[in-house]
């Protein structure tokens, strides 16, 4: 077997690649599907509705696809200059910490102040967070990867330890949360009657300034290059590793913001179970997206309404909801497969 | 607290042993697949399919040995998975690996919960009883604690001088490094690099998968979700510790499992005053200043992460 | 010649990379005891023809025999079953492992409990005494000379009993007289039955080994005869097709000094001295060639005006002033042009559009970029207008870079040098790889910067292209470089013996692959 580069991808096929390949992961899950017993086309039908099939099926989805725009966002950052931050998950909760301890009484500015404020300081906390593995492998050539994944451990003890001590609020009945984020701190509702947030205008106007840098500007062209080929980029004098570190503060700040909107828009309150995944998920939604800050918006509602679909699906159908993992996972690798694919022919002898 | 005493307590160092055993298989396998040029992230994935598939095999009636080897070939399929994006594609072994993880435990959970509906305290099992080795076992303070131990602590110790051999006196041993180093020094010797490095990561897999299936069928006696916590991610650090070297790798596991030894007992005597997260932070701050440490030192096998592309210029 | 046996026939052999055909049906033979050299200029296809021979790549079309028996090779094991032995131009060596393990890899059954090294070691041995090819069965590759590791490539094929071994440009890494060595040997394999096929582009070499050559251009097998009937003149001309004029080198009265390097010394992150006080005085209207087999310290001289490291000790003045900030952004800021060694790796960024790559160097400049936004339409402008200038072909501003010639790739990156008018041009290897056409243009624009008043270190492998471009030439050896000399005094015979150490202080060995 081998695989040969094509001389050109058409526009069609770098379009129809991501497509594809979700539409063969589809396939391959309705195996599971059909394992718990119930009918494959109905329980899809069921995923689809649960995601997109209401008003509120679709404000819920958007609430569940703003995090994952910014864990989304964050990774395709860091992939682009190839650093290579799985540390998503420990970033968001970051952002969360901070503005639990910045949000909750500590300071006290009118809300058009207090809310970008909570986005700052947890753009802070979690881009710092980051910069200590990015220091590490540019200083001690230290994979990012293993130290990134570690500190996902740590910085999740870290709010257990908080939420179970010293920041526990007294008055949750015994529950480990955080006390409630100030009035002028919560993110204001886009739509009566559901728990859509203003975090969704965040994180679109994110992806549309992440675009922008990344493909308008000259730090952009940095991060792009150092990515492609580090080599050329260092002979041409492009900063390496002032490049790196660059990358890994707007990447961690981009993952701490979805910690921001989760506490400050969909919880108002830190718990432990704020993220379920939103970190690693995030991964899958920026490969889905071609590392593409604008491509991440549409991934970011997809697999959010995956997640939302199979809850309603596990309830209609009784098949797990862990199947929505499945999917995302799968997708992950089968978009990598697509996109390759796109850029190579394989040719059995 | 006196450190004296816990070093010469039995329980401390069996807790040590055992504690180390999952850290070994899994060790040895990171260590394999990086010997042939593949970081395998795959690890903590498949450690919980192994964990999960031998529980399951026991609990639906299944022998324990048989679980081992069911772990194992679970793992090999992972493994092949991988084998098929990072070898056979060339795809980044980075971006491949979290797919894996992701993709092994949420497999492992969805089918978990398929296969027992509505369970909501995960039922037990009867794990692997210790097995003292006649005499050995009788040494005081080190054969209690080191030859009183589960069959599959054993089969980690023995592993790791079987692959330290093959690694190094056996054909396919060489092979192994060589295609770690200079995939093209294999090639033009007539040996095919893909089922090197396919072969090499399956292996490496099926030891991570025994490792994840020692949790639950021999230290405790039921799988529960999230159980792996991290060990994967350690033992990739632990290899870069080693030096990509079986016999570092044991004492790395060790010293490791010694160090999160300690931290328990200190812990249990003084929570009054240090909360307990902070020591269950220990191991993954102590893996970040075990790569640290390393980092200087560490002569990464050449052609690590590197994909190899058969004929093309 | 009728009655001697044919070892090998390959028939009508095509291949193609997507849509560059790389081989169009090559057929020709190769007789026992004989060498048959396959000459050709950079990129007609002789390597791929050798890959689909020892079974790296599969033909589109064609088939080859062996010895009478027909090779179905889509992988080495079959070639070498079959007694063809490949010596590639990049060592196919494993560094860290001992030059026994990489020999006898693949020589043993996978599975078996004990490696018999002692067998390996003893035949190795047996092998390197018979053929002269001596070298220690267990030492580290790394530890090995340049030589030493090609050795080993050429035991590896023996030990493996190769009745037709196949060197792709064995002696562009050799010294002249290391080269004669080398041929010293092959007559001795030559004697003993083996056939060789022997792939050069240097012409004096090959009139001096071959019995039969065979011309390949653009991937078309354009001549094949015995040698005997063969003169340079004929065989030059069928490789390079209709003849190109060379650029004539103008005398030119060397102007004020631009660039003096003072006594530099170098050492690598292994504490490996890779430069020893090195001087070096480059005036205006001047081109000083470097020339030196690749490893001995060209690659440290170039970083060092590249800005990519900084002296140990000794200095660099540009026109009398000391630099004291060695950053490459700072190199192009003062007016020094860069030329990188490896257009792929530190030449251009391989899927970024021609325009990014040409303002790779230039792009935060104020005349690209405005508060940190770049100037698309100024940008796009400038790559229209280079690419005219340069008369890159088949490009547009928004091309990926990736799918471009070797020579349009590197007339992109001396655009972007050149353009900048450079008083300092550093051009390391500019025409490795490219055709004559290419390689005239590369020149031509070096005469014109010359002109201009650039001063040119030009490092190069090939002796004649110095000898025919440069105004003085200065070897390097070990990290160490001899006195500049003028082209018009020195012969080819003096630079080979430089080449290879003589006449400097000191000699050190195993260093040259450090550098």
């Known amino acids: 077997m081998l695989l040969e580069p094509r001389t050109h991808t058409p526009l069609w096929m770098t379009i129809i690649a991501p497509i594809a390949a979700v539409f063969v992961v589809m396939v391959l899950c309705s195996g599971l599907i059909m394992w718990a017993g119930a009918p494959v086309l109905q329980s899809y039908i069921a995923l689809a509705k649960g995601a997109f099939g209401s008003k509120f099926a679709i404000s819920e989805t958007l609430v569940r696809a703003t995090p994952l725009m910014l864990t989304g966002l964050a990774a395709a950052v860091a992939f682009r200059a190839k650093l290579w931050n799985i540390g998503g998950e420990g970033q968001l909760y970051m952002g969360a910490l901070a503005a639990t301890y910045f949000g909750t009484g500590m300071v006290n500015l009118p809300a058009p102040l207090m809310i970008p404020f909570l986005f700052v300081v947890g753009a802070i906390a979690g881009g710092l967070l980051l910069l200590v593995p990015a220091l590490l492998k540019t200083k001690l050539k230290v994979d990012e990867v293993v130290t990134t994944l570690l500190l996902n451990f740590v910085i999740l003890l870290m709010a257990n330890y908080l939420l179970f001590g010293p920041w526990k609020d007294p008055m949750a009945m015994g529950w480990p949360q955080g006390a409630p984020i100030v009035d002028a701190g919560i993110l204001p509702k886009l739509i009566e009657k559901t728990r859509l947030h203003g975090g969704l205008i965040f994180a679109l106007l994110a992806s549309v300034s992440v675009w922008l840098v990344m493909s308008k500007t000259k730090w952009g062209l940095e991060i792009r290059a150092v990515g492609l080929n580090q080599d050329a980029a260092s002979f041409a004098g492009i900063p390496i590793n002032k490049t790196i570190i660059r990358t890994a503060l707007i990447s961690g700040g981009l993952a701490a913001c979805a910690g921001v909107t989760e506490v400050a828009g969909t919880k108002e309150y830190l718990t432990l179970d704020i993220s379920p995944g939103f970190g690693y998920t995030g991964i899958a939604v920026a490969m889905l997206a071609g590392l593409n800050p604008l491509g991440v918006i549409i991934a970011a509602i997809f697999f959010a309404g995956i997640y939302n679909g199979a809850d309603s699906m596990s309830r209609a159908m009784d098949v797990s909801n862990y199947i929505a993992d499945v999917i995302t996972a799968a997708s992950l690798l089968m978009v990598m497969l697509a996109v390759m694919l796109t850029r190579m022919r394989i040719r059995f002898s | 607290m006196d450190f004296l005493d816990m070093f010469l307590n039995i329980g401390f160092w069996a807790a040590t042993v055992r504690m180390a055993t999952p850290l070994i298989f899994g060790t040895l396998g990171e260590l394999i697949c990086e010997r042939a040029g593949v970081l395998n992230l795959g690890i903590e994935g498949i450690m919980t399919t192994g964990a999960m598939v031998a529980w399951m095999w026991v609990y639906q009636g299944g022998d324990l040995w048989t679980a081992v080897l069911v772990a194992a070939v679970f793992g090999m399929m992972f493994g092949f998975l991988h084998s098929i994006f990072s070898v056979y594609m060339g795809l980044s072994q980075h971006v491949t690996g979290i797919g894996i993880t992701l993709l092994a435990t949420s497999l492992s959970y969805y089918s978990f919960r398929m296969l027992l509906p509505g369970v909501t305290t995960p039922p037990k099992i009867t794990p692997f009883q210790e097995l003292p080795i006649p005499y050995l076992s009788e040494i005081p303070i080190f054969g209690e604690a080191f030859f009183s131990q589960s069959p599959l602590t054993y089969l980690a110790f023995v592993l790791v001088g079987v692959v330290s051999y093959v690694l190094y006196r056996t054909p396919v041993g060489l092979a192994v490094r060589m295609v770690g180093e200079n995939p093209m020094a294999v090639e033009v010797q007539g040996i095919d690099v893909y089922r090197v490095r396919t072969g090499a990561v399956m292996v490496g897999s099926g030891f991570m998968a025994v490792g994840g299936a020692f949790l639950t069928i021999s230290v405790f006696d039921a799988f529960y979700f999230d159980m792996i916590n991290g060990r994967g991610w350690i033992c990739v650090a632990l290899v870069i510790f080693a030096s990509w070297r079986p016999g570092k790798a044991l004492l790395g596991a060790v010293l490791f499992a010694a160090f999160d030894a300690i931290q328990i007992r200190v812990q249990q005597s003084s929570a009054s005053f240090i909360p307990y997260q902070f020591f269950l932070m220990m191991p993954y701050v102590f893996s970040i200043f075990a790569l640290i440490v390393m980092s200087r030192k560490a002569a990464y096998p050449k052609a690590l992460l590197v994909p190899f592309r058969r004929g093309q210029r | ?515």
């Open chain 3, 1 to 515: 010649m009728t009655d001697t046996e044919t070892v090998l026939r390959v028939q009508g052999i095509t291949k193609n990379f997507g849509d560059l055909v790389a081989n169009d049906a090559i057929s020709f033979s190769l007789k026992k005891g004989k060498v048959l050299s396959l000459l050709g200029e950079n990129g007609a296809g002789k390597t791929t023809l050798m890959n689909i021979i020892f079974g790296h790549y599969t033909a589109d079309g064609g088939h080859i025999e062996v010895f009478g028996k027909k090779l179905n090779a889509s992988n080495p094991a079959e070639a070498i079953a079959l007694g063809v032995g490949m010596v590639h131009q990049h060592f196919t060596l494993a560094d860290n492992l001992t030059v026994l393990e990489n020999v006898i890899l693949g020589t043993e059954p996978l599975w078996k409990w004990v490696q018999d090294k002692a067998a390996g070691r003893a035949r190795l041995k047996e092998l390197s005494g018979e053929f002269g090819l001596h070298v220690d069965p267990d030492a580290d590759i790394k530890s090995l000379t340049v030589g030493e590791k090609q050795r080993v490539e050429i035991l590896k094929a023996l030990y493996r009993g190769a009745k037709i071994l196949i060197l792709d440009e064995p002696t562009a890494v050799l010294t002249p007289q290391e080269t004669d060595q080398l041929f010293g040997t092959l007559r001795d394999m030559l004697a003993r039955g083996l056939s060789v096929i022997f792939i050069s582009h240097k012409l004096g070499e090959v009139m001096a080994i071959a019995d039969d050559i065979a011309v390949l251009r653009h991937g078309k097998l354009v001549a094949n005869f015995p040698v005997a009937e063969a003169s340079r003149e004929i065989i030059a001309e069928k490789m390079v097709g209709e003849a190109v004029p060379q650029p004539r080198r103008q005398i030119m009265e060397a102007g004020e000094e631009l660039l003096s390097v003072e006594d530099v010394s170098v050492k690598d992150e292994n504490g490996q001295q890779i430069l020893k006080n090195v001087s070096l005085h480059l005036h205006r209207h001047q081109i000083i060639g470097i020339a030196g087999v690749s490893g001995n310290g060209q690659k440290p001289l170039s970083d060092l005006v590249s800005g990519m490291c900084r002296p140990g000790s000794g200095q660099l003045n540009l026109s009398g002033e000391a630099i004291t900030v060695f950053d490459p952004k700072e190199m192009v800021a003062k007016g020094i042009g860069r030329v990188p060694e490896d257009r792929h790796v530190q030449g251009v960024v391989g899927d970024f559009s021609v325009e990014e790559n040409m303002i790779l160097e230039t792009y935060a400049s104020a005349r690209f970029s405005k508060f940190g936004w770049l100037r698309k339409k100024e940008v796009t402008d400038y790559a229209y207008s280079l690419i005219k200038a340069f008369d890159i072909r088949g490009a547009g501003p928004e091309t990926i870079v990736r799918g471009l010639s070797g020579g349009n790739m590197q007339k992109v990156i001396l655009s972007r040098v050149l353009e900048n008018s450079p008083q300092i041009i550093l051009a390391n290897q500019p025409t490795r790889g490219l055709d004559v056409g290419a390689a005239t243009f590369v020149h031509e624009q070096l005469f014109k910067a010359r002109k201009e008043g650039a001063g040119i270190i030009l490092i190069s492998e090939d002796l004649e292209e110095l000898l025919a471009v440069a105004d003085s030439v200065a070897v390097m050896y070990h990290g160490q470089i001899s006195p500049q000399m003028p082209v018009e005094s020195v012969t080819l015979q003096q630079l080979g013996l430089l080449m290879s150490g003589e006449g400097f202080s000191v000699h050190s060995k195993g260093q040259d692959h450090a550098a």
